[in-house]
């Protein structure tokens, strides 16, 4: 498992209130090991830092 499906997963388990949209694209994010567009980097960044997780360790391609 890479850094960002951990991320994902993490957001997805913690119990945080996600909108159907945010839930849908962390479900995608969580099970695929394929980098990251860039628009999916930034809205993992930007849903991590809503719901206070810390930001993703590599700081490359997630």
């Known amino acids: 498992m890479v850094e960002h499906q951990r991320a994902a997963m993490s957001l997805l388990t913690a119990g945080k209130p996600l909108k159907p949209r945010e839930g849908q694209s962390l479900g995608g994010i969580a ?16 849903l991590l830092n809503k719901h206070g ?10």
């Open 31 to 46: 099970f695929d090991a394929n980098p990251l567009s860039e628009k999916q980097h930034n809205w993992l960044v930007i």
């Open 53 to 62: 997780f810390p930001p993703l360790a590599d700081g490359g391609d997630a």
